[in-house]
Every structure is written in structure tokens, then in C-alpha cells.
């Protein structure tokens, strides 16, 4: 049963009761960070049921990424139980890309639009601009791509940039020229990038206003956390939603709009983000409410003290402090690796000691890291010492090669106009269709106004095709047309078994002598493992909704969890350590937060360096990280990293430099040699507080560590990639096993060998397919 209002109350404090109460104009929350604004929203459209001013379908509530907007999620089902199931609880790209299945047909696309992700994206402005001549040198496809994301984030389109760009600027011309080809060639291969999500929902409702006014009807309250990193585009977007213009006639009152954020966390200007949608929201919005909030419920006077500390030193920003009724709670720990290594293991050492000392999950900790190539390091030692793990964040999983190929199969599949798929995939595995092959059909297509695809088929028709090729690519379409019947009738996991089969591509990677190759496969039964849990997860999932699925988690943010048994049992037991960028980290909470690689030039970032604008954003983004923490808090760098394949020696970040040196308590404060001094005025790290070893208690120095990894030199984690140790059980077909989560099974196949083993298990819940390495399986 739904709480009732006054429920929803209790243990508000008075600001928070306000905000969850209003009524009626537009509602502006600014506060720190941990103040209760997702909490206040939660609460809010739990009380907008409870008073019924409002049902569940009414609902539309933005958070940022997609790990917050499943907390959210969360949150609001623990409040008002399924009813959360009709609200719309999602990321900005996530609604877009549901109101424009709906709508497509208005912007002259077919619902099965493809989404490129921002790698898709570069391949297609590299084509196009080389179509055009262009010296990459002179002009690098990813600056255009980011002046074309730029520009799309402002609303300006390929037309409207052509009108006004300055052409006495060869830059601008390159773009403007790029921009045009560009936008075509996306709506041959219908085909959305990330921008256009957005801006596309935009132009719909701006074009036609009844299909806006049918969202404004539906949504009578727009709810968006994080505000503060908005773009203009998704400013208007709201705008639209809500009616606010003024512009259009309407039977029905504007819906009501709540946004809550705070400008001290804006960290994603690099992505167009516009503090002033927060700063000018009451400008914006006339009769606008704006309720301010100042208590922090989620850290101790300690973190929040050093948190103040360091944003305080932010230009042009109004004076806030935040406090906290919890006391001063334990200070923070430094420490100082010889190299990133030791780093990493002074993490996961103490992350063992507070699993001892303090019984302390690993669900409780996480790791943040400025740039994602750092987790390599740390994820090395996880693995070695057995501590289970996830990384939030999509690169390192969706961004592998073998994995985007097999998606590039499974996205021409479901829409074969998708041409940067098409081509990526014409030749790979090698089947003799070579580039000259490639671009003969290119023009043919060209010429004759053909889809890619259609122009495969008529392969023999293309000019200068050597008869080799026509083969070669009548095999290729041959191919597809089979893989097809397979999706359609079968379904996506069948789907991408039989593009792994059929296309030689798995066969390939096993024969190769590469090691490369061999975790190539081994990423691809993780795939496999995605796409069953997916079917598992959504019985009327398609191939089409999977993969629609997988394009926004791997641009947003977030792995799905857990992809194979034995971590998604431990995940629900003890939790597993969660590793992400500072970026991604925006909104969550852990009790145990490690502030890592706090060096000079990785955070603050190398290229704040000269401008004094992405310093401060810098800055913020340090305040983001900082208010993580619940009870603990660790700042952890080390004196010398390797960054692309050389060894760095950078001296401490600033940051740690301003947080005040009575709060840190130093377990290893760095070497005696004179720290390597890249820029002068930084280069001096002072420390205060007691030196290595002598850290409270007396058993918390890199000396008593736990075995395992003391035993370790770091040179061994440096030398490759370090497998986990557990050993794989040794299994014939037709054995019976048990498995800790689906109970007892016969095994009825097994493929490839050694820890790259697969084994198909006939479950009484149905068939698996377990990596041995993973699955929790006893003999039985
Ligand atoms: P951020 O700026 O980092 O997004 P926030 O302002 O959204 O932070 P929340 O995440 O909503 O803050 O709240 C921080 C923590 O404080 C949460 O654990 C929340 O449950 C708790 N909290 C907020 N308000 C109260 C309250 N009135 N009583 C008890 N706990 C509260
Ligand atoms: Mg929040």
C-alpha cells in the first residue's frame, strides 16, 4: 500500500517538507552535494500519489546517467512499490529514444533507426571528410566531430550552420562541408547519433505541435536531477515538455516542472553543459519557487570540511557551506605509491583490513579513477587478490574490438541501411572483399542511388569489380540474408550464436596463435552471457530492443552488472567494489570512497593546465569525487605511473595540497628524493601528519599486509595481463554438477579448452552456458 502523505513527511527537515509539498509554479532546488535533492525528488513524486494530484503514467523523471536513474528508480519503488513501473524514470537519451521510436515516421526515419555511439560516429565524419579531401592533419576528424556535437547541442543544424558559419575560416568551411555530408549519409543509413536524440525530439515538437501537445498532456509533472549539467538543447527539450513558452494554445494548464541541482557539481561543460539553465532558471521561468537546502545528510563534518575547502577556491561562485549534524567521524587517509601499482595495493590491502576490522562489504567501497585507462592498474590487483569487482562505465567492455564487431552483425541484422556497420563488418572476418572491392560498390551505390546493401547485391553490375570480389560479395549477402531468417525467427541470442558460427569469426580467433585472440573469445562468451541475461531479464525482449539497450549503456555509463553467475550471486550477498571515472560517480554515495591517482596533470587533468575555466571545472569535479564518501574518506597518488607506454613522475595534485593538512593522516607520504617538479609552483608537496608506519593502531603499515599481495612485485603485474587464479574444474560430457544458483545439471557439451572452456549445462530451469572460469559448479 502507498504511504500516506503525512508518512512521506516524517524526517524531512523543514526546506526539504517545502519542496516536497509545492504546488503549482515552477520549483528550482539548489544545494550541496548530499543535501537530500534525490531524495526530495523521490519523495515528491511519491507524495504527488499519495495526495493524488498526480497517477504514476503522469510522471516523467530525468536523472543524468543510467546508474542513477536506476537509484532513483529504486528509491521511488521503495516508496510507492509497482506503481513505479508506469512512471517514466530514465536519462535524457533514454526518453528521447522512446518518444522517437514512437515518432520517427514524422522525421522521414523507420523505428528501427540505428544509434551510433561516438565511435560510430568518428568513422563516419572520417569517411566523409576524406570523401571531401580534407587533410586530416589539418583538419582531425575528431575535432570536427566535436564542433558537429557542439553545434547539434546548440540546435544549430546542418542548414542553419551552413547560413551562418564563416567560411573565411577554413575550419568552420571544413565543418560546414562535413556537417552537410554527414547529416545525409545518416539518414541514408537511418541512423541517430547521441546529439540527435535529443535535438530530433526537439524539432518534432517544435514542428508539430500536436504531437508535443500529446506529450504535455501525458506528462503533467517533468522532474530532472542534476540540472546544473544540462545543455541547451535539453533545456529547450524541457522547455517543450512543460509548455513554458507561452507560445501555443492550449486547453490545458502547462505541466509542472521540477528541477534540483547544485553548480558546484556542473562537470560536463565538455559535452555543452550550461550552468546558466540553473543560474538564470528564475530569470527563465517567471513565478518560479526557489528552495535552497543546507544540511548534509550523507558525510562527516571531516569530508564535507576538506569538500568545502577545496571548491571554496573556485572563482565567482557564492559563498555555501555545508554542515552536517554527524560529527567530525574519521579523518582521511593519504597515501603515496612508489608506482601505480603499489598503489592499487595499498587500496585493496586496506579494503581487506576493513573487511576484517570493521566487517565491511565490498559493496560499501568504491574507486575513482580521472580517466578510465587508470583502472587497468587497479583492476590487475583486484584480480590477483580475489577482491570482486565491477567497472561502472562503458568503455572497456562495449569498445572492444571483437565485441563491436559481433554488435555491428547483429545491428545490419535488424537494420541493413546501417552502412558504417555494413562496412565494418564487409570484410571481417577476411573473405576477399578488399577496399577497392569496397569502394566500386560505394559508387555504384552512388551512382544508381542504391543502399549499401542494395548495391552489395548488385555487386555484379559495379564497374572495375574483379569477378573474385563479385564471389567473394555474393557470399557476403548470401550470408546475411541467412542471418537474418535466423534474428527473425529465432531471437537475439540464437542471433548472435550463429553470426559467431557462421561468419568464421569465432573460428578464427580460436585458431589464432595470438593471446590477444584468446581473450577475444573469451570477451565474446561474455557477450553471449549478456544477451542471455538479457532474454532472461525481458521475455518479450527483441534483438532490436537489446541492442538499443546496449547502445545507450555503452555510451552512457554503465556495464550491465554482473554478466556472469558467480559475480551476480556474490553481487547480491556482499556486493562487489565498484571502479568508475569521477564523471560517472556524479549523484551516487558509498560509505568507503578512494580518491585515486591525485597527481599533478592526471587531476587535475593535463590540459586544465593553461585555462583557468577547465581548472575550475576540474575543481568540480574533485568536489564531486570528495562528496562521495559517507565515513571514510582515502586520497591515494603515486610518484611515478606509467601513461602511455613511458614513466611519469608527477608531483602532487593541488587538490590534496588544499584540503586542510590536520584532516589527512598519512600512511606513506612518498620518498625522500626531491619530488620530479614538472611546473614549479606545485611541485613542493608538503606533508603533515604522521609518517608511514606509524598510522593508528600501528598495524597499518604496507609491511603487515596480507600475504598474497605483499608477495607480489609489481614488475610480475606489469609484465601482462594477471588471469584470476581459480582453478577451472575438469569436466566430461555427461557429468552431473551443481550449481550454487540453478541447482543440479547434466552437461551436455563443452567448447574450447583450459579457462576459456564454455560448457552447455542442461539445468532444471533450463540450458546454460557457464565459462567455466566464472561459474560457481561443484561435481556432484
Ligand atoms: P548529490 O548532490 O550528491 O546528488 P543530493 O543532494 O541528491 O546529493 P541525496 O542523495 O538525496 O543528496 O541525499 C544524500 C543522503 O542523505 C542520502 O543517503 C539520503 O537518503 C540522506 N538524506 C537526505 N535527506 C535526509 C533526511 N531528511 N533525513 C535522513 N537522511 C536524509
Ligand atoms: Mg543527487
Redesign the pocket.
Given at each position: 500500500a502507498l504511504p500516506d502523505a503525512q508518512e512521506l513527511l516524517a524526517?524531512?527537515?523543514p526546506q526539504?517538507e517545502e519542496a516536497v509539498k509545492h504546488a503549482g509554479s515552477p520549483l528550482l532546488i539548489i544545494?550541496?552535494?548530499?543535501?537530500?535533492?534525490?531524495?526530495?525528488?523521490?519523495h515528491r513524486i511519491a507524495h504527488l500519489l499519495a495526495t493524488k494530484r498526480a497517477r504514476p503514467g503522469e510522471i516523467l523523471a530525468i536523472t543524468f546517467t543510467n546508474k542513477?536513474a536506476a537509484e532513483m528508480r529504486e528509491?521511488i519503488e521503495s516508496l510507492v512499490g509497482d506503481r513505479a513501473k508506469n512512471m517514466w524514470i530514465s536519462t535524457f537519451h533514454s526518453s528521447c529514444v522512446r518518444i522517437l521510436r514512437r515518432e520517427a515516421k514524422n522525421v522521414g526515419l523507420n523505428s528501427n533507426f540505428s544509434i551510433y555511439d561516438s565511435a560510430d560516429t568518428l568513422r563516419l565524419i572520417t569517411l566523409v571528410a576524406k570523401g571531401l579531401d580534407l587533410d586530416p592533419k589539418r583538419f582531425p576528424p575528431k575535432s570536427i566531430q566535436h564542433k558537429i556535437s557542439a553545434l547539434k547541442n546548440e540546435l544549430i543544424d546542418d542548414e542553419a550552420y551552413a547560413a551562418t558559419a564563416n567560411y573565411s575560416d577554413p575550419f568552420e568551411q571544413a565543418v560546414a562541408e562535413v556537417y552537410k555530408d554527414y547529416t545525409q549519409r545518416m539518414r541514408q543509413a537511418n541512423a541517430m547519433d547521441f546529439d540527435d536524440l535529443i535535438a530530433q525530439v526537439v524539432f518534432i515538437f517544435q514542428a508539430f505541435p500536436a504531437v508535443a501537445d500529446s506529450y504535455r498532456r501525458r506528462f503533467r509533472h517533468v522532474l530532472v536531477?542534476?540540472y546544473q549539467d544540462t545543455n541547451h538543447a535539453q533545456y529547450v527539450l524541457v522547455r517543450e515538455l512543460t509548455g513554458g513558452t507561452g507560445e501555443t494554445e492550449q486547453d490545458f494548464p502547462p505541466g509542472e516542472l521540477t528541477v534540483?541541482?547544485?553548480s558546484d557539481?556542473s562537470i560536463y561543460a565538455f559535452r555543452g553543459a550550461d550552468v546558466r539553465n540553473i543560474v538564470e532558471f528564475e530569470k527563465d521561468y517567471a513565478n518560479a519557487r526557489t528552495i535552497l537546502?543546507e544540511?548534509?545528510?550523507?558525510s562527516t563534518q571531516t569530508i564535507l570540511t576538506a569538500a568545502n575547502a577545496v571548491i571554496s577556491r573556485n572563482p565567482n561562485r557564492p559563498a555555501k557551506r555545508l554542515w552536517t549534524a554527524e560529527g567530525d567521524g574519521e579523518r582521511i587517509i593519504g597515501y603515496v605509491g612508489e608506482n601505480e601499482h603499489d598503489e592499487a595495493r595499498f587500496i585493496a590491502n586496506e579494503i581487506d583490513r576493513l573487511q576484517d576490522a570493521e566487517n565491511l562489504r565490498p559493496g560499501d567501497v568504491a574507486i575513482f579513477y580521472r580517466t578510465n585507462a587508470q583502472s587497468r592498474s587497479i583492476e590487475d590487483l583486484l584480480i590477483r587478490v580475489g577482491l570482486p569487482y565491477k567497472v561502472v562505465g562503458g568503455t572497456r567492455f562495449y569498445e572492444r574490438k571483437e565485441i563491436k564487431d559481433a554488435l555491428a552483425y547483429l545491428r545490419v541484422l535488424v537494420n541493413p541501411d546501417d552502412v558504417v556497420n555494413l562496412r565494418r563488418i564487409l570484410n571481417e572476418p577476411k573473405r576477399g572483399i578488399g577496399d577497392r572491392a569496397e569502394y566500386a560498390v560505394a559508387a555504384l551505390a552512388e551512382r544508381d542511388r542504391l543502399s549499401f546493401m542494395e548495391a552489395l547485391r548488385k555487386a555484379h553490375d559495379a564497374p572495375g569489380m574483379a569477378t573474385r570480389s563479385v564471389n567473394a560479395v555474393a557470399g557476403f549477402v548470401k550470408l546475411i540474408d541467412d542471418l537474418t531468417e535466423v534474428a527473425n525467427g529465432s531471437g537475439a541470442s540464437a542471433a548472435l550464436e550463429a553470426v559467431l558460427e557462421q561468419t568464421g569469426y569465432l573460428a578464427a580467433l580460436r585458431q589464432s596463435n595470438d593471446p590477444q585472440d584468446e581473450s577475444r573469445v573469451e570477451n565474446l562468451a561474455e557477450l553471449v552471457a549478456v544477451v542471455r541475461e538479457y532474454e532472461r531479464d525481458n521475455e518479450d525482449g527483441t534483438l532490436g530492443s537489446f541492442l538499443e539497450q546496449v547502445a545507450l549503456v555503452a555510451d552512457a555509463d554503465q556495464i550491465p552488472d554482473a554478466p556472469d553467475e558467480e559475480s551476480a550471486q556474490l553481487a547480491k550477498d556482499q556486493g562487489v567494489v565498484t571502479l568508475m571515472t569521477l564523471h560517472t560517480a556524479?549523484?551516487?554515495?558509498f560509505p568507503v570512497v578512494f580518491l585515486t591517482g591525485m597527481e599533478h596533470g592526471v587531476f587535475p587533468h593535463q590540459r586544465s593546465m593553461t585555462d583557468p575555466k577547465e581548472l575550475a571545472e576540474e575543481r568540480r569535479l574533485a568536489y564531486?569525487g570528495l562528496?562521495?564518501a559517507?565515513k571514510r574518506l582515502y586520497l591515494t597518488r603515486s610518484e611515478s605511473r606509467s601513461l602511455w607506454g613511458q614513466s611519469q613522475y608527477n608531483p602532487a595534485s593541488q587538490f590534496i595540497e588544499e584540503v586542510p593538512p590536520e584532516l589527512i593522516d598519512w600512511k606513506r607520504e612518498g620518498s625522500k628524493r626531491p619530488a620530479f617538479t614538472s611546473s614549479g609552483s606545485f611541485g613542493s608537496s608538503r606533508y603533515s601528519g604522521s609518517h608511514w608506519g606509524a598510522g593508528a593502531g600501528g598495524n597499518q603499515d604496507v609491511s603487515s599486509l596480507p600475504g598474497s599481495a605483499r608477495s607480489m612485485a609489481p614488475a610480475a603485474v606489469r609484465a601482462g595481463r594477471v588471469q584470476p587464479q581459480k582453478e577451472v574444474i575438469a569436466l566430461t560430457v555427461g557429468d552431473r554438477v551443481n550449481h550454487t544458483s540453478f541447482g543440479n545439471g547434466t552437461v551436455l557439451s563443452l567448447e574450447g579448452a583450459g579457462d576459456k572452456t564454455v560448457a552447455k549445462v542442461k539445468f532444471d530451469i533450463g540450458e546454460k552456458r557457464l565459462l567455466l572460469r566464472y561459474a560457481p559448479l561443484t561435481k556432484s
Open positions: 524526517g524531512l527537515n526539504q544545494a550541496g552535494a548530499g543535501s537530500g535533492k534525490t531524495r526530495v525528488l523521490s542513477a528509491r536531477d542534476e534540483v541541482g547544485d557539481q537546502l544540511q548534509n545528510y550523507r556524479k549523484g551516487l554515495e564531486v562528496t562521495r559517507r
